[in-house]
């Protein structure tokens, strides 16, 4: 018995019927043996192993490759939520960009009082470097993903914006192609716009972001990654294979005449678009980390001089640090003039006085994060957590309020998966990748669902067990 | 091409090759303990671990040659770093780092013998299950090689990978022949006097080649035979000018791509050239052994050349 336990589930209305993006593929299901969709199951995980499809974990030397659990129910998505979504989508992604070359530029929207100049100052995303200069075509954002929940028919909110290097976009395109591969005939039921050609989408925006020293040729656009032991290792191959471009470490680069060039079999070539998945920090030893050896020696200096773009653009962090996230709606009315379509989950930042007693007297309720922390770590779910977890974040935000947001423990929509006693509903979120060039703002119809695999469980992140679904959009 | 792609094509092709040729010889040996007395026995599976350079190694951990620990030792021991286990590891490993250079089917090819090889080697290999873990290995290099037949593109990167197999595979066949020199050492001095055939059939075995040469060779069977088989027959697919002439091919082919010939296409045809030259006569009255050391080193000076005609390394 399918008996949602959160707010609003995906499929399941209320009164129990399926809600219309659910009724062609449940129509489906129904017909279908549970034994055939047992063996499917199986099937699945057979067939990303042989693909190769893994992440790696930092610190387990045993299972140094893991595969990411794949529920093979889709999470499916009307024509109609979907269009509503992108257009709130595009609004924030527009403001995001105009936000950051502010911040690096006149900074109007601290001139105008709207956000506070200390969040930059304690930014640690900040960096010197880009202030005055402006990236190619005045992009600084070529890639993001806009983490997305839900709590209703009509409610998406805005989790967290991914601005310097959002990952994951394979798993939607292989999640697609695993369902093609295993349910060819629901595809021929089920009229779902198509995502294969992210990739392309992909190439076709970084090169029409090229720089000043690639005019009037086609430019080369290469994927930096650190190496085979980075965690999302296999995406970047993935993503320079679909794309046809090199794939590329740190020691394949030099500067070269004023270029930045990778060895090939032919020589030094240069680059012209950088798609870079290797972090500010280390992108350039002899700017920041001196002891890094993923970046190139001198790209910055090459990057300020006009001859190469690098994606995204360095210092696109400060955007996605979340105590800017709780001023996103400002910054969506700053500079778009419109109100935002897609709201914020209502935030408090313990910075503030106010808010800090208020957290600090409803610890259990609430979810408490770190304000530059990343991929579900240092973060506290208070209705789950132990009265020792809670008094240790109680010291903690005593001691930093700054350091810290906290949110009300949301009750995210629910989506089937498939388990041994058939369909049952766990807690997703949504991630859109969206690309942004000056030939305009391109989203895929489609993301990265990510489920929490454990019943009642809020934690989506792979790192912690979270697992990922196909995503459909449905076509009108 | 990267530079750093090509060599890692190269070396994959290379551990790959190595692999399957460390389990030929495996399976030779193996062969041999079954057929032979004690103290051979013992003395093939020293002669296997030394043709790959092994010995020290293999000796610092043991004290005596059984096929237990010597098959075991090959094929999986994490102290071994060539052995068979660790070279599937790197092929696989290389081959992630260049995946995008490598058709699907090629990687899905090498990844499921990793995983395969890995799940069986896990353990310590047990008698009963040498054959079966020879077998896979060699099904393992079918299939990669098929794959890379079948589904890649005719560019630098099969090239590169080609070379490596043929560099690769003539090193290991002259390691193997001048190994076993000193069985047919005998039969040199006494033409046509009959040699036990059990020691002849080895040699043939440790490259796969007991067959094919019977085959040819009806009935004939005599140290010059088997050289000449080994070394110069250009029908055979792991001989020396079979593998040579191969490897020319590659590199004129590279040579094409680029448009221009390097230092490995002067040396390669320099090698081509004394090989052709060669006759059996030849071989024998300069010592095989010399001819090997001679070979194995032309033959390295080749693989140097490439990577840095290619810009393998900054």
Redesign the interface.
């Known amino acids: 018995m399918y008996e949602a336990d959160g707010k609003f589930d995906e499929m399941r209305t209320v009164d129990g019927s399926v809600r219309p993006a659910y009724r062609d593929y449940r129509h489906w299901y129904d017909q279908q043996e549970s034994a055939f969709l047992s063996r499917k199951h199986r099937e699945a995980e057979i067939a990303f192993?042989?693909?190769?499809i893994t992440f790696n974990v930092y610190g387990e030397q045993e299972a140094e490759e893991r595969l990411i659990p794949f529920d093979m129910v889709p999470r499916i998505i009307t024509a109609a939520e979907w269009r509503r979504l992108t257009r709130g989508i595009e609004q924030r992604v527009r403001a995001t960009n105009a936000f950051i070359h502010d911040l690096y530029h006149r900074q109007e929207i601290v001139r105008a009082g709207r956000l506070p100049a200390r969040l930059l100052h304690d930014n640690d995303a900040w960096l010197q470097h880009m202030v005055g200069f402006t990236p190619p075509g005045e992009i600084y954002t070529h890639v993001v993903g806009i983490d997305l929940v839900r709590t209703g028919p009509d409610e998406f909110l805005v989790l967290e914006d991914n601005a310097r290097t959002p990952s994951g976009v394979s798993y939607m395109l292989q999640n697609r192609e695993t369902m093609m591969a295993m349910f060819p005939e629901l595809f021929t039921r089920v009229p779902v716009e198509t995502v294969s050609d992210y990739p392309r989408r992909l190439a076709k925006s970084l090169a029409a972001c090229a720089p000043v020293a690639a005019a009037g040729c086609k430019p080369t656009v290469a994927v930096l990654t650190p190496?085979?032991h980075n965690s999302a290792?296999f995406e970047h191959?993935?993503l320079?294979?679909q794309m046809g471009?090199?794939?590329?470490?740190g020691?394949?680069l030099?500067v070269v005449n004023g270029r930045v060039a990778?060895?090939?079999?032919?020589?030094y070539e240069p680059i012209d678009v950088l798609y870079r998945r290797v972090d500010d920090e280390f992108l350039d030893p002899l700017t920041f980390n001196p002891d890094s050896v993923l970046g190139v020696p001198g790209i910055m200096d090459v990057y300020r001089a006009g001859g190469i773009t690098i994606a995204n653009a360095p210092g696109t962090g400060v955007a996605d640090d979340k105590a800017i996230y709780s001023f996103m709606p400002e910054i969506v009315e700053f500079y778009t003039g419109e109100k935002p379509l897609l709201p914020n989950v209502e935030t408090w930042r313990c910075a503030d006085r106010d808010s800090l007693a208020y957290v600090l007297d409803h610890l259990e309720d609430l979810v408490i994060k770190e304000v530059h922390g990343s991929g579900g770590y240092g973060m506290l779910v208070g209705p789950a957590a132990s009265k020792r977890d809670l008094a240790a974040f109680r010291r903690k935000l005593k001691a930093k309020p700054q350091n810290y947001i906290a949110q009300p423990t949301l009750s995210l929509s629910t989506c089937p998966i498939f388990t041994r006693r058939g369909l049952a509903p766990r807690h997703v979120d949504l991630r859109p990748f969206v690309l942004v060039s000056p030939e305009g703002i391109d989203i895929v119809p489609g993301g990265l669902s990510r489920v929490a695999m454990r019943k009642g469980s809020l934690v989506v992140n792979s790192s912690q067990g979270g697992g990922t679904k196909d995503t459909w959009v449905l076509k009108d | 091409m990267l530079g750093r792609t090509a060599h890692g094509l190269f070396w994959m092709f290379r551990y790959l090759e190595r692999a399957e040729n460390t389990a030929r010889l495996l399976e030779a040996g193996f062969h041999m303990a079954l057929t032979r007395d004690v103290a051979t026995a013992e003395e093939e599976w020293r002669s296997a671990i030394e043709a790959f350079g092994l010995r020290a190694g293999y000796e610092a951990k043991h004290g005596t040659y059984t096929g237990h620990q010597a098959w075991n030792y090959l094929l999986r021991d994490p102290e071994n770093q060539a052995s068979v286990l660790a070279m599937i590891g790197a092929v696989r490993t290389n081959a992630r780092a260049a995946r995008n250079a490598i058709s699907g089917e090629l990687w899905e090819a090498i990844n499921e013998s990793w995983m395969e090889i890995s799940g069986l080697l896990a353990r310590p290999v047990a008698q009963g299950s040498v054959g079966e873990a020879v077998q896979i290995i060699r099904r393992a290099g079918t299939a990669v090689h098929g794959a890379m037949n079948g589904s890649m593109l005719r560019n630098e990167g099969f090239h590169f990978a080609r070379a490596g197999t043929f560099v690769e595979r003539a090193d290991c066949v002259a390691r193997i022949l001048d190994m076993k020199y000193y069985l047919l050492l005998p039969s040199l001095s006494y033409v046509g006097s009959s040699l036990d055939t059990g020691q002849w059939d080895q040699v043939l075995r440790s490259v796969s080649g007991d067959r094919a040469f019977r085959w040819l060779n009806a009935g004939q069977i005599d140290a010059r035979g088997i050289v000449e088989f080994l070394v110069l027959d250009d029908r055979f697919p792991r001989s020396i000018a079979f593998c040579h002439s191969a490897l020319r091919d590659e590199l004129a082919a590279l040579a094409r791509i680029h448009g221009t010939e390097g230092t490995s296409n002067a040396l390669m045809r320099e090698s081509a050239t004394r090989i052709a030259d060669l006759t059996i006569d030849g071989i024998f009255e300069m010592g095989l052994h010399n001819f090997l050391l001679e070979f194995t080193a032309a033959n390295g000076a080749i693989a140097d050349a490439i990577a840095e005609d290619y810009r393998f390394q900054s």
Do not use: P, Q
């Open positions: 192993r042989r693909t190769g190496g085979i290792y191959a993935f320079a294979d471009a090199e794939l590329v470490e020691s394949d030099r990778m060895r090939t079999t032919r020589g």
